[in-house]
């Protein structure tokens, strides 16, 4: 069974810009979630994502934004990119929502701004 | 606000000796409470997990108990090897109308031979 995958793996981009990071979570995994690693704030919150609606959302700005398709695939844009979204953002996914339901985490993308 | 504290790293340690990495937590309602490790050069996997108070989750030689009246879930291990060389977060889950995963900062591990 293939993992969650996430792409691009590593990406670089200039201030001002806005990018785009796609998951394809495990098959027959419903819910999706994305989290921004950093070694300062450590794993961050982003969004929740089950059957295309936006379940919960972390205390990040405006800028950021996610969708996720009837296909369970989800994708994350980041409009008008600041130095400090400098980051590994990873993308996990679950059978569906819920505590009893681990994540299953991709490698992630590296974000660099510059 | 909801949170987790984990003890800070790095954690050095020779083989075969005790490890005990301290997590606590503040939570609004009844938390689930997981372990995840992130070995060297992969993503973040589950280690363990525990949904309710005094469940004792385990895996690999690894346990932590839900102590609510301590608002703590502490991994614990008997005997290391090089090979747990990693770097574990705690994570609690909240139903806070969708469901939401806090981590820790994590704590990185250094066995050595």
């Known amino acids: 069974k293939a993992g969650v995958t996430q792409t691009p793996r590593y990406l670089i981009k200039t201030r001002g810009q806005q990018v785009t990071l796609s998951c394809s979570p495990i098959s027959g995994h419903r819910s999706v979630s994305w989290y921004q690693q950093t070694p300062g704030q450590g794993l961050q919150f982003l969004f929740e994502y089950f059957s295309e609606t936006q379940r919960n959302k972390g205390n990040f700005p405006g800028r950021f934004s996610g969708r996720q398709f009837s296909n369970s695939r989800s994708e994350m844009n980041v409009s008008t990119l600041e130095l400090g979204d400098s980051a590994l953002y990873l993308c996990?996914?679950?059978?569906?929502?819920?505590?009893?339901?681990?994540?299953?985490f991709g490698n992630g993308t590296r974000l660099t701004v510059t | 606000g909801d949170s987790v504290t984990q003890m800070e790293g790095p954690v050095t340690l020779s083989e075969e000796a005790f490890l005990t990495i301290n997590c606590t937590y503040t939570?609004?309602?009844?938390?689930?409470l997981f372990w995840y490790v992130q070995y060297p050069g992969e993503g973040l996997q589950l280690l363990l997990k525990a949904t309710k108070a005094d469940d004792k989750g385990s895996n690999k030689g690894f346990e932590a108990t839900y102590r609510k009246e301590t608002t703590s879930f502490h991994l614990e291990k008997g005997s290391v090897q090089v090979s747990d060389s990693a770097v574990y977060f705690c994570a609690l889950v909240l139903n806070t109308g969708g469901f939401k995963t806090i981590f820790g900062a994590g704590t990185r591990l250094f066995v050595k031979a």
């Open positions: 996990a996914s679950s059978l569906e929502p819920g505590n009893n339901s681990p994540l299953h």
């Open positions: 939570a609004t309602g009844y938390p689930s």
